[in-house]
């Protein structure tokens, strides 16, 4: 089964806008990922990333700094697989931060 989502966000959306519809984007997959609780877990890790990640570009790069400390003295690939996730979602908090600090 082949799932399109979609745009998830456009270059001229806000921050907030553009992270809340990643949000949606990621609660739509995990409604149609009912049986599968893995990817589910995947999606709701992104979700609350997005949510509690810092919108200072500072704290986000002093924690992503900690996260990517973690990851590569991480031992089970659980908390790799994790970290990866948290990870990514951080830097795109981050871009999406900076490029609206550069337009003004």
Known sequence: ???SIGLVYS???STELAIQK???ASQRM?????NNP???EHFKLQIKTLQ????DPDKLERLLKIKRRQKEESVRIEDTQKLVTEIEMLK???YLV???RRKQ
């Open 98 to 100: 900076c490029r609206n």
């Open 38 to 40: 893995t990817v589910n």
């Open 30 to 34: 995990i409604n149609e990922q009912l």
């Open 22 to 24: 990643m949000i949606d």
């Open 52 to 55: 509690n990640a810092p919108r």
């Open 92 to 94: 795109v908090v981050l």
């Open 11 to 13: 270059i001229y959306d």
């Open 1 to 3: 089964m082949v799932v």
